[in-house]
Each structure stands twice: as structure tokens, then as C-alpha cells.
């Protein structure tokens, strides 16, 4: 139904870049992310810049005929201070007025869209102009010193740079993760070890939540899934 392109960063704010089309119209499943992102759309003859916040559950969405996507991943941590991912959660999105056929309001001022080339270049603007910021304790703690942190001050880092919980987070990427292993035609209770999961029951439970869909039902690929890409292994 649609096909995406994407590109990793060396920025230290951005995950990565993709893009994304359709040819025709129809629904997808849109699955859980603990990611913030902002997004151009492009349909109907109109532009959008769009601020969408971490998914902690799969939902279903629609999509429009001949659309064009671009959008810039953040990494876990990376936040807009003033509008902070815990007020953009399970699609709550925030999309800004269009300033020109070619620029949007944002923070008082018009600022260019972006695209898939320059997304660096833009969001460097946007942290030096104070509109963006980053929490490296989060980063940290996914990184495996999480016991570091008294538990508190880790889930109030967390709260604010992500909008979810540590645990939320860790859960959401281990489901992608199992979703891609799946994908991989791994067998399931090979994922089940892999992953993490105590049996194959709390798999599907987790995967039904999470991803919109039981493990078989991935593996065979039955329906389609918003961006998923490969993964390390969440610590």
C-alpha cells in the first residue's frame, strides 16, 4: 500500500530520517512507538507540518490516495520543552498553522519545511533557537545504567522527555523488536527467548496490545504495519 525509504543520523537529536508514499487509498495498522516525531504530509493539494508523539498501543489509521510523507525520528530523549511528548501521546498530534504554500508557524516565527536532505540542517536551528531539547539521562539509562538513578528521578526524566513511564518505553521496543524477529520467520517460541517474554501467552497478550496483531498473524504477514525497522535488542 505505501513504501518507505529511510536513513539513519549522525545527528545527536535525530534517530532517523524517512519517507514515505501511497498509490491508493486504504487503512493501516499504526503501531506502538516510544519515539517523538515531527512530520511533513503532503495531500490533497495542501502541505502540514505535524508534531506526533510516542504510540503506546497499535491503532488503526487511514490513509489517502497519492500521499507523500517525510518525517524526522528523534532519539528517545530528544523533546520540544514547551510542548513536551506526554501532551502529544496515542496520536494526540499537534499540527501548526501554514505560514506559505512552503513554510509553517512555529514559536512566533515562519520557518521553511524541511525534507529529506536537510532534516539535520533544521533541527540544529530548532536547538539553537532553544525549541528543542534533549535529556541524556534517558538516553543513559537505555543504554543499561539505569540502576544508576534512584528510581523517582529516572521515571521524572522519563515523564518529561518521553511522555511514558522507563517501563513503558522498555516494553514498547522489546514488542517492535519481537515483531521484527517474527518477521524474520523466527519461530515463535524462539522470539519468546529472544525477546524476553516469559511464555508464548504473555507474547501474544503483548504483541496484541503493542503491535495490533498475534504472533502468527505476523509472521504471515496479513496486514500492514506502520514504519518498522530493525532494532538491537532492548537491555
Known amino acids: 500500500m505505501f513504501l518507505f525509504e529511510d536513513r539513519l543520523s549522525d545527528s545527536p537529536f535525530i534517530e532517523r530520517v524517512w519517507r514515505s508514499r501511497t498509490a491508493r487509498p486504504g487503512t ?5 512507538a516510544s519515539t ?4 511533513v504530509s503532503r495531500h490533497g493539494g495542501r502541505t502540514f507540518f505535524t ?17 507523500e510523507w517525510f518525517a524526522i525520528r528523534f532519539r528517545i530523549g530528544t523533546f520540544v520543552p514547551h510542548l513536551t511528548p506526554g501532551n502529544l501521546t ?9 505560514a506559505t504554500r512552503h513554510s509553517f508557524w512555529l514559536n512566533g516565527s515562519a520557518w521553511d519545511y524541511p525534507d529529506f536532505e536537510n532534516a ?8 539553537r533557537k532553544g525549541i528543542l ?7 543513559s539509562a537505555l543504554a543499561g545504567d539505569a540502576d544508576a538513578l534512584p528510581a523517582r528521578t529516572l521515571q521524572r526524566h522519563f515523564l ?4 511514558l513511564t522507563f517501563g513503558a518505553v522498555r516494553q514498547i521496543e522489546r514488542a517492535r523488536y519481537a515483531t521484527i524477529l517474527l518477521r524474520e520467520a523466527m519461530p515463535i517460541l524462539d522470539v519468546v527467548q529472544q525477546a524476553g517474554y516469559y511464555d508464548q501467552a504473555h507474547l501474544t497478550r503483548s ?22 525497522y530493525k532494532t538491537p535488542p532492548p537491555r
Open 36 to 39: 517523538f516525531e515531527m512530520v
Open 120 to 127: 539535520e540542517t533544521f533541527v540544529n536551528r530548532l536547538f
Open 51 to 67: 508534531l506526533r508523539g510516542p504510540e503506546t498501543q497499535a491503532t488503526l489509521a487511514a490513509l489517502p490516495a497519492d500521499g
Open 207 to 228: 504483541l496484541r496490545h503493542r503491535i495490533g496483531q498475534t504472533p502468527t498473524a505476523i509472521i504471515h504477514g496479513e496486514e500492514q504495519l506502520s514504519f518498522l
Open 160 to 163: 518529561r522527555a518521553t511522555g
Open 28 to 32: 493501516f495498522r499504526s503501531i506502538a
Open 90 to 98: 496515542d496520536r494526540r498530534d499537534v499540527t501548526l498553522p501554514q
Open 133 to 139: 531539547g534533549r535529556d541524556p539521562m534517558v538516553a
